[in-house]
């Protein structure tokens, strides 16, 4: 089941950005900037200082690319409501996010593909 809300998630965000393109340049700023901070901060217990960050990014370029505060909280409030709602309703567990936020992002899309190609 959470596998299924994890795919869920990550489809609306894909639709997402088929309907506005420009917000690639958010994904691509956010992730660049988790994987330049994944090793100054590898040593702290919690990923909440790159999350801050890396969310913080995205959202200020996808506000600037889409000219909407409204369309850029859409992307990590469906990515991640649907992948938290898997882990802590149904698995009763905690989720990577709160460890590796740049790798769990990651991690999702890798698994979007997986179950898509087969």
């Excluded at 609306?12 to 958010?26: D, F, M, T, Y």
């Excluded at 919690?46 to 506000?63: N, P």
Aim: glycine letters at 10%; proline letters at 4%.
């Amino acid at each position: 089941m959470c596998r299924l809300l994890h795919i869920m998630g990550t489809t609306l965000v894909l639709l997402g950005i088929l309907r506005n393109p420009k917000v690639i340049g958010a994904f691509i700023s956010a992730g660049y900037m988790g994987h330049v901070l994944f090793p100054l901060l590898r040593f702290m217990d919690y990923g909440i200082v790159e999350g801050a960050v890396v969310v913080t990014i995205f959202l200020l370029v996808a506000w600037r690319a889409t000219g909407s505060w409204a369309y850029a909280f859409y992307f990590p409030l469906c990515g991640y409501f649907f992948a938290w709602l898997g882990h802590f309703g149904f698995e009763h567990n905690r989720p990577a996010t709160f460890i590796y936020p740049s790798w769990s992002l990651a991690s999702d899309f890798y698994m979007y593909y997986e179950t898509v190609s087969g």
